[in-house]
């Protein structure tokens, strides 16, 4: 049983989490839970088999393991491709990537405000937690293009709709 399991067993009176508590999660953990410990509201995390504990308003997060803690840059490096993004903010998953704004979701990919997947200028790194499907990594798009498609959608959309209006107005 991984440490992340024998936490979940030690409390099983599981808080019912706040706004607050989501605004102190930084948004690569995936698996989370308030419970009261020694009289103090915790949030635990799980850090793949480890897990991980803080006190808000605290943002400093110490592993259940070795009771160590882990730096908001550790946590930050296990994003993929965050070292190609700008303006990340952990806590949100907003960066931006060639000046585009983009976001990390929680089924751990990278999109674009239009939903559609980024794609970056380099292969996954080893021990990342993202995976591209072989299906997405063939049919790579450039991003401008990306837009230039969506575009001519709309602009087909609107010469459709504009047309209805005008069969339905004569």
Request: contains cysteine; proline residues 5%; aromatic residues 12%.
């Amino acid at each position: 049983m991984i440490l992340w399991e024998k936490v979940l067993l030690k409390y099983p009176t599981k808080l019912q989490p706040s706004e607050e508590d989501a605004e102190y999660l930084p948004i690569i953990f995936s698996e989370w839970f308030v419970a009261y410990d020694q009289g103090e509201r915790v949030i635990f995390a799980r850090l793949h088999d480890d897990c991980v504990w803080s006190v808000p308003p605290s943002k400093t997060w110490t592993s259940y393991n070795t009771s160590k803690d882990t730096s908001l840059e550790t946590l930050t490096n296990l994003v993929p491709y965050f070292h190609q993004v700008t303006d990340f903010d952990l806590y949100t998953g907003r960066a931006k990537y060639n000046n585009k704004d983009i976001i990390w979701t929680p089924i751990h990919q990278w999109k674009y405000h239009n939903n559609r997947t980024v794609h970056f200028n380099e292969t996954l790194t080893e021990g990342t937690n993202s995976e591209l499907s072989s299906n997405e990594a063939s049919n790579k798009l450039n991003p401008d293009e990306d837009t230039a498609q969506v575009k001519d959608l709309l602009r087909q959309a609107e010469t459709t709709v504009t047309s209805a209006i005008q069969k339905l107005s004569s």
